[in-house]
């Protein structure tokens, strides 16, 4: 929900040694990812593992800023502690000041409102992105927002479930040993007759390329 500029330490970290690393990011650092393998850069021998993480758009810091200066009301020096979806699923936007104070926001809540940090702050280069799903990583996850039937149970439990796309080879080895080792509890997916456009509903002009599928 905000940037963060992981691959900028990426030369830093096979400096250090570290010869085994997975990456977890938005679709756009898996793509550069994809890159240095495509061109042959050493430091990509390194990473292990690409983990994708379902995306609509990154936001600039100032977004966050917005949010917990003016509408919760915390001075940023305030504030002690923050998270962008603290409990209960799905989650909200949730600051702690020193004093005592804590503003929040339902995460759902924020696509709505004007300006927030998804439509008055989002990266520029976001908005003509087609890449929401992380289709070049090993592994692609994000939230199950169409199945209402685990939306309506994970609210009740108040633990939500993740969609799991295993697209590579290695991303299958890594994902099963996870699984066996009781990592990762799975379950049925989505039944068969389950069109794949009705999985987002927020706004389908930005998922055409997703529904064509």
């Given amino acids: 929900y905000s940037v963060s500029q992981t691959l900028s330490v990426l030369g830093e970290a096979v400096d250090r040694g570290f010869t085994k690393m997975g990456i977890v990011g938005p679709p756009c650092y898996?793509?550069?990812?994809?890159?240095?393998?495509?061109?042959?850069?050493?430091?990509?021998?390194?990473?292990?593992?690409?983990?994708?993480?379902?995306?609509?758009?990154?936001?600039?810091?100032?977004?966050?800023?917005?949010?917990?200066?003016?509408?919760?009301?915390?001075?940023?020096?305030?504030?002690e502690r923050f998270a962008f979806r603290a409990e209960p699923y799905p989650g909200y936007m949730t600051a702690w000041s020193k004093t005592g104070?804590?503003?929040?926001?339902?995460?759902?809540?924020?696509?709505?409102?004007?300006?927030?940090?998804?439509?008055?702050?989002?990266?520029?280069?976001?908005?003509?992105?087609?890449?929401?799903?992380?289709?070049?990583?090993?592994?692609?996850?994000?939230?199950?927002?169409?199945?209402?039937?685990?939306?309506?149970?994970?609210?009740?439990?108040?633990?939500?479930?993740?969609?799991?796309?295993?697209?590579?080879?290695?991303?299958?080895?890594?994902?099963n040993a996870a699984v066996r080792d009781g990592y990762i509890h799975t379950m049925d997916g989505s039944p068969a007759e389950y069109p794949i456009e009705k999985h987002y509903r927020i706004n389908p002009g930005w998922f055409k390329r997703v529904g064509s599928q």
Avoid at 112 to 126: S, V, Y
Wanted: hydrophobic fraction near 40%; charge should be negative.
């Fill in 30 to 79: 898996i793509i550069g990812l994809r890159k240095m393998q495509l061109y042959q850069q050493k430091m990509a021998d390194n990473i292990a593992l690409m983990v994708g993480l379902y995306c609509l758009s990154q936001t600039y810091i100032e977004g966050t800023e917005y949010m917990i200066r003016d509408r919760f009301g915390i001075p940023l020096e305030d504030v």
């Fill in 101 to 175: 104070e804590v503003g929040r926001c339902e995460l759902m809540a924020m696509w709505g409102m004007a300006p927030t940090i998804f439509i008055g702050f989002r990266l520029e280069r976001c908005m003509v992105c087609q890449e929401h799903l992380s289709e070049l990583a090993d592994i692609s996850c994000g939230d199950v927002w169409g199945r209402t039937d685990l939306q309506t149970e994970a609210v009740k439990e108040k633990v939500g479930h993740t969609e799991i796309f295993v697209r590579t080879e290695k991303g299958e080895q890594f994902f």
